[in-house]
């Protein structure tokens, strides 16, 4: 079938979503969520497909990989998704003018929501979950890496639609092919947003060629600034945790910036981090504090490259700074506008470190690796924007709507 038949099906089942209920959808997600953990086995059998193409020691492998405990993970997110209020029909604002009209703000879908994303296959089951909660039809354009894990996704959701007479055409998998991605970024009339989900490469690509609004989910270049009122054992587990949880993702620390007053306990602080072997990257006056203390195989110098790096792996940088101002000027002079944090208890600090530092996530005293739509309380997310219209942050169900005026008369006419 030609990528234009595609979408008319695509758009066509959009229109179709505007008449079915909350609690139909409800149902929808619940039994998918069942259907997912059933058919646990063939997806992950379809994913080491996907791995066996893949070096092990690429960033994307880590991502690209399905288990048993990840699908488990996805379920529950599902059934978090289906438990949430819709988004949709919400009143913003209602007001009656002098003349008697009734007038109404009331969020509505968007209607078919182009989702383009790299090895990521959790991202098939996240994006339909929200798209459909929020009464919008979803076209996927998954990248070859990750086609016969996307494949098996599909056609669970596509049984699930149907056993519910729903029109399977509400989801659609394009081809992994370079010419669909670009037929599909010239879609003006069938697709209504656009979201880019992988690299910079990938965004950049999707924000110049698009024709389409496209909402930007852009790469996490995330830092930690100790300051020099910062806790130790704090700073030293959070550094930890931001590093190693899951080094390949995007809120993953990628720079630690330390007031020049604690350097004398940065070996302390970065200790823990060789048992996951982590690769550090440190600037001339932090180096030879950690080298006292770390492996000389995953210790060097800080070049320029060092700072504004994603690392997507267990490497970080870390960088000296004589004053709380020249760490908030570090920050936003690298930062990626993702997630940022503060380990200090001067509670002054902290409050102006939130006010100067341009992110969609501010922390003081906690890990990075808490931006995520099921961590927020918002179910699941479609991804975490980095820029600052219509929406920021990660975002979920209301952010995948937007609204329209409903006006309400009584045989009203405008004076000429």
Not at 109 to 127: H, L, M, Q, S
Not at 171 to 178: C, E, G, K, Y
Not at 248 to 254: E, G, I, K
Request: glycine share 6%; net charge negative; charged share 30%.
């Amino acid at each position: 079938m030609k990528i234009k038949e595609q979408l008319q099906n695509t758009l066509e089942a959009a229109g179709k979503l505007s008449l079915v209920e909350d609690e139909q959808i409800r149902k929808v997600l619940l039994e998918l969520a069942a259907q997912a953990r059933a058919g646990a086995d063939k997806v992950i059998e379809s994913n080491k497909k996907d791995l066996e193409r893949m070096d092990p020691k690429d960033p994307k492998y880590d991502r690209l990989k399905l288990t048993h405990e990840r699908i488990e993970g996805i379920a529950s997110d599902i059934e978090n998704v289906a438990g949430l209020t819709s988004p949709v029909g919400k009143v913003l604002k209602e007001t009656e003018r002098p003349n008697g009209l009734k007038i109404k703000k009331v969020t509505v879908p968007f209607g078919v929501i182009g989702i383009i994303y790299e090895a990521r296959p959790n991202v098939t089951f996240d994006v339909f979950a929200l798209c459909l909660k929020s009464g919008n039809a979803c076209v996927l354009k998954g990248g070859s890496d990750a086609i016969d894990s996307n494949t098996a996704i599909v056609a669970i959701i596509k049984n699930v639609l149907r056993k519910f007479d729903m029109d399977e055409n509400t989801v659609t998998l394009l081809p992994a092919d370079r010419e669909e991605t670009n037929e599909m970024l010239r879609a003006r009339g069938y697709i209504d947003l656009i979201i880019p989900r992988g690299s910079q490469g990938l965004i950049n690509f999707v924000r110049d060629n698009a024709s389409i609004p496209v909402i930007e989910t852009g790469a996490g270049i995330c830092h930690t600034y100790f300051d020099e009122y910062g806790d130790a054992e704090k700073g030293r587990e959070i550094i930890y945790n931001a590093k190693t949880r899951r080094p390949s993702v995007c809120n993953a620390l990628d720079c630690l910036v330390i007031h020049k007053s604690r350097l004398g306990e940065l070996a302390k602080f970065v200790e823990k981090l060789k048992e996951d072997q982590v690769v550090i990257y440190a600037d001339e006056r932090s180096f030879p504090e950690i080298s006292m203390a770390y492996p000389g195989n995953l210790l060097f110098p800080a070049t320029e490259e060092s700072f504004g790096t994603e690392f997507l792996s267990l490497k970080m940088s870390v960088k000296t700074i004589d004053s709380f101002d020249e760490a908030i000027k570090h920050i936003n002079t690298y930062s990626s506008k993702h997630s940022e944090a503060i380990i200090s208890e001067d509670k002054g600090r902290i409050e102006t470190f939130r006010k100067m530092i341009d992110a969609s996530s501010v922390y003081s005293n906690a890990s990075t690796a808490y931006t995520d739509g099921a961590q927020f309380g918002l179910g699941a997310e479609i991804g975490i924007s980095t820029q600052k219209l219509h929406a920021r942050g990660p975002m979920a169900l209301e952010e995948l709507t937007s609204y329209k005026w409903i006006i309400e008369g009584n045989g009203q006419v405008r004076p000429k």
